[in-house]
């Protein structure tokens, strides 16, 4: 099984600053790698695929970035509306498909 | 539009079995090429990816769940039962839509998702 581990945990970040969020996974993933938002009571959505690519609609402020084992999904400029959970999730091996134990980004 | 709708009893005995339903719209499963899954997310907690199954019928499942899990198609519904429930299968449940998407390499995302259904295992 490969094994997903993001850090922070918690991440504080004002208004307006930047977010850094990393994923890493126990073995190389390559690319296939996607971050999902989730906000409390909601569904997860996708951000990001192919751990660059942002999805429909999503703004440009998010960007993913990383190969192999290490990435990384910065939001540019925080909004409001950006404050929630952040998970990553491994689609390499299907055996199991996994996710990371998320980073939660609240307002300082 | 496609739309996702899980529906589900709420409130399971332990050792029961779990039959949950996601009910697709806006789209015909059976004439399109994707995967199906179910997601679950235990109060608090992470996410846990639990079966995905193609519009053709091929099924894959998480390991540690898999000898107690089905995952099946019917025309417009996709159907998850989990026996032998026990106080951890408590979660929220959610079904979703595996998308590929291809420009060169091929890359999969959950893109679309039921808002969920939460059941609690309890006597």
């Known amino acids: 099984e490969i094994v997903m581990t993001q850090s922070p945990a918690t991440l504080s970040v004002s208004p307006g600053e930047r977010a850094t969020l990393s994923c890493r996974a126990s073995q190389s993933v390559s690319s296939n790698l996607a971050w999902y938002q989730q906000k409390p009571g909601q569904a997860p959505r996708l951000l990001i695929y192919?751990?660059?690519s942002r999805a429909t609609g999503i703004p440009v402020r998010f960007s993913g970035s990383g190969s192999g084992t290490e990435f990384t999904l910065t939001i540019s400029s925080l909004q409001s509306e950006d404050f929630a959970v952040y998970y990553c999730q491994q689609y390499k091996d299907w055996s199991p498909l996994t996710f990371g134990g998320g980073t939660k980004v609240e307002i300082k | 539009q496609l739309q996702l709708q899980e529906s589900g009893p709420g409130l399971v005995k332990p050792s029961e079995t779990l039959s949950l339903t996601c009910t697709v719209s806006?789209?015909?499963?059976?004439?399109?090429?994707?995967?199906w899954g179910w997601v679950r997310q235990p109060p608090g907690r992470g996410l846990e990816w639990i079966a995905n199954i193609y519009s053709g019928g091929s099924a894959y499942y998480n390991p540690s769940l898999k000898s107690r899990v089905t995952i099946s198609l019917h025309t417009s519904q996709v159907s998850l039962k989990l026996t032998s429930v026990t106080a951890a299968d408590t979660a929220v449940y959610y079904c979703a839509r595996l998308y590929t998407y291809c420009s060169g390499p091929c890359y999969d995302g959950f893109d679309i998702w039921g808002q969920g259904t939460m059941v609690t295992v309890s006597s």
């Open positions: 806006g789209v015909s499963i059976s004439s399109t090429n994707f995967y």
């Open positions: 192919g751990a660059s």
